[in-house]
């Protein structure tokens, strides 16, 4: 029997109707958005898909390919295969069907899907991970998330109330700044040059194009003493969740208490009406280690663990979909 579910590789003109599409899927934040998505292009061979019935979008994935592999999406936190709010799980199962099928076809043996954790999706939205067991993929990769979830009552330690105790003593001052360049330059890259021999994901210049592209999803929020930057945050703002994607402060953070002061007022004041907020991981070693001391500070204002899980699936499993509604 023919499916009712047709699938295409995204193209360029696709491009305001996958946009529409990742504004009202269940699962899907800005990260998804084509804005996000292609401002480092260049780096990835991009083959995302788009999956239709009745000629509507119902379903899309944020994919990059190399050799006969499929990614979701290299260049992203988290992928995933974003879905229409009306989806059922009996939909969602025929068009996943048809999506390994398409990827078979295509010479695509094998899909690395890095799933978007649960504290993303606005509505319930793990049946792909039951599709994925029932398909016999292979959870390669677990990393540990710290959330915290307002639904429970936050209860931040004494031992960072000290820090923030510190910091009123010190007359340090929060501000949220339109511009980058001061936490990146004086902060962010001297840090991570010194402590890791790194440098950040996005380059001042990327980060800036996304800031203007997303100006109500990336927010910048700096610490102040006597004047000078000390320290900072960038938060990724989605509808359910306020996500730190980078943290850093001098050397003085300690005895000025300042990442406590700042985070204690990001989290009792500036996103106290989200859902949760996510410190991200603390792992190394591809999620096999994990940073304890900095898992211990995040706890310490309330947060507790969630988890981000990746999965490589043998296209040709599909098979194994054709005999499970009954």
Known sequence: MKSSY??????????????DFITTAKNATFLHNRSFMDYHSDRFVDHSVMIYKNEKVV???????????????????????LLSRKLKTADTLELFKELLKYLESK???????????????????EEVEYLLHLTQAECYRVDSASVI????????????????????????????????????????????????????????????????????????????????????ATIFETNTTAHVQYISANSE??????????FNHLIKVT?????????????????K????????????????????????IDTANHIYLNNVLV
């Open 271 to 287: 996103f106290k009406n989200k859902r949760y907020f996510d410190f991200g991981t603390s792992n190394e070693n591809a999620g």
């Open 6 to 19: 047709t699938i295409h590789k995204f193209q360029q003109k696709d491009t305001v109707q996958w946009n």
């Open 149 to 232: 979830d307002y639904r429970s009552n936050v209860q931040i330690q004494s031992n960072r109330l000290e820090g923030v105790k510190k910091a009123q003593k010190h007359d340090l001052l929060i501000k949220e700044e339109d511009y980058l360049e001061d936490f990146w330059d004086v902060i962010l890259i001297p840090n991570l040059k010194e402590q890791h021999n790194a440098e950040p994901t996005h380059s001042i210049e990327e980060i800036t194009l996304l800031k203007k592209a997303f100006p109500n999803n990336i927010r910048q929020f700096n610490v102040y003493h006597d004047g000078n930057i000390i320290g900072g």
């Open 107 to 125: 010479e695509i043996t094998i899909l690395d899907i890095k799933q978007p954790p649960s504290f993303y999706t606005q509505l319930p939205s």
């Open 59 to 81: 379903a899309v994935l944020p994919a990059n390919s190399k050799g006969n592999q499929l990614y979701s999406h290299q260049g992203l936190t988290y992928g995933g295969l």
């Open 289 to 312: 280690q994990l940073n304890k001391g900095l898992t211990y500070w995040k706890e310490c204002f309330g947060a507790r663990t969630f988890v981000h899980r990746s999965f490589k």
């Open 253 to 262: 953070k300690q005895t000025l208490g300042t990442l406590d002061f700042l």
